[in-house]
């Protein structure tokens, strides 16, 4: 059966191409710097926005009637695999990611719960092997149902805890059995309402135990992925313990986790945390903690994240610059953790909205790839901090400074001058950069 009956699959035609339903600027093939334009992206979809959002918010209800939400309970997530499958074939993404109560749903008990979730990954498990589609990430999602009210991992709730090991347990089973290539922490309830009764320190040594109960039993079934904790500052707790990078890598490194795990990074948690998407990327790159990538956008009118298909070209190009000065994403990837907006309804917009933000994205390559050739940003820091590369600055660099010396050379040096930063001049510059780069 087919759900998008109207649809072929998405080509390329170039940026010339008046087609809404054709790539203009991604082109699988394409060599950047050695690599395709696939190898680089890795695209992925995500299970929970395009197959199971209906477009209600807490001032309305659905607006996208899909023509598969036509039954219910396990059934219906059988039918959800189909279109999943029908839907990364068409749009000619090469992954997908989910949640595992997203694939399917939750029985009366843990066992019936296990089994739904058995019944769905044997046929996941097809539709991978006929599409040759990939799962770049699974996770578990302890945050929806009301027993995680007081948190998963950092609950003041033994049992729950209990519960929540018994989960991330079988996803990684899971992911054993459909190949993720990684496997991703996201601490939805991971934090706390106030301090007022809470044990922050108990909570954060739990939180440390359960990582390190997963890496040993991922060890113990033969688990290969790469583990990945995804930082987020609020929504829904009030603070999150993983509240951005920075954070995440401190409480990595303060529990000797550091070499187990790499950070999965969002746009719209970047800036809900107050940063940019390349503050956050700079930082786990510089921390050699940068796996993979959520591609969203947030609206900076509004409070919330939004999660919008990206189409910010100035934001995206600077992403993809730190993302090819990490080396690339390994086994991570570009996974769209976006939605539709609630009054894009129709079925076709959920392939309008992915194909708009695979072309920013590879747009964005093209642009952060020819900054790189040209040595742009380089160029730009040898010579902001040239005054570091001889005399005392590299007496500073190197070690052989101390604060004597220092104070000598301070007192004998008549007048500071400094440089004029040409920030906006920068700036049009790399407007250029985007506007000139086919």
Request: no cysteine.
């Amino acid at each position: 059966m087919s759900y998008f009956k109207n649809i072929n699959k998405i080509q390329y035609e170039g940026s010339g191409s008046n087609n809404p339903l054709a790539f203009k600027h991604y082109n699988e093939n394409e060599v950047v710097l050695g690599k395709s334009m696939k190898e680089h992206l890795r695209f992925a979809v995500a299970y929970w926005h395009t197959l199971t959002m209906d477009g209600s918010d807490p001032f309305g209800q659905a607006t996208m009637i899909r023509p598969w939400e036509t039954r219910t309970g396990l059934d219906l997530a059988k039918d959800r695999v189909e279109v999943n499958f029908e839907f990364l074939e068409k749009l000619g993404a090469p992954y997908f990611a989910f949640h595992d109560r997203d694939i399917a749903p939750e029985g009366a008990t843990l066992k019936e719960t296990n089994e739904n979730l058995d019944v769905i990954v044997a046929k996941i498990k097809e539709g991978m092997k006929a599409t040759g589609v990939k799962l770049l990430w699974n996770t578990a999602n302890m945050f929806s149902n009301p027993r995680f009210v007081h948190g998963a991992a950092t609950t003041s709730n033994a049992d729950v805890f209990a519960y929540a090991a018994a989960q991330v347990k079988k996803g990684l089973e899971t992911g054993l059995e459909l190949g993720s290539e990684n496997y991703v922490f996201w601490g939805g309830r991971e934090g706390y309402e106030s301090l007022l009764n809470t044990d922050m320190g108990l909570e954060l040594d739990n939180l440390a135990r359960f990582f390190q109960m997963a890496l040993d039993y991922a060890k113990e079934i033969g688990y290969t992925g790469q583990f990945l904790i995804e930082p987020k500052p609020k929504e829904p707790s009030k603070h999150q313990y993983d509240f951005d990078a920075a954070t995440t890598i401190a409480f990595l490194q303060k529990y000797g986790l550091q070499d187990h795990f790499k950070l999965n990074l969002e746009a719209n948690h970047a800036t809900l945390a107050g940063h940019t998407f390349e503050h956050e990327l700079r930082v786990a790159r510089l921390n050699n903690m940068l796996g993979s990538i959520d591609a969203n956008q947030g609206d900076l009118l509004l409070g919330w994240d939004t999660d919008e298909f990206p189409t910010d070209l100035y934001a995206v190009t600077l992403a993809m610059y730190e993302i090819l000065e990490n080396g690339g994403l390994g086994s991570g990837g570009v996974n769209f953790d976006a939605k539709v907006r609630r009054s894009s309804f129709e079925p076709e917009d959920l392939f309008y909205s992915h194909i708009a933000g695979m072309d920013t994205f590879a747009k964005g390559l093209k642009v952060a790839a020819k900054l790189i050739e040209d040595k742009f940003f380089d160029n730009l820091l040898d010579e902001r901090y040239a005054s570091f590369k001889s005399g005392i600055g590299a007496d500073i660099v190197s070690g052989k400074a101390n604060f004597k010396t220092l104070e000598a050379y301070a007192l004998q040096n008549s007048e500071i001058r400094n440089k004029s930063s040409h920030l906006e001049l920068i700036k049009a510059r790399l407007n250029e950069y985007i506007f000139a780069t086919k």
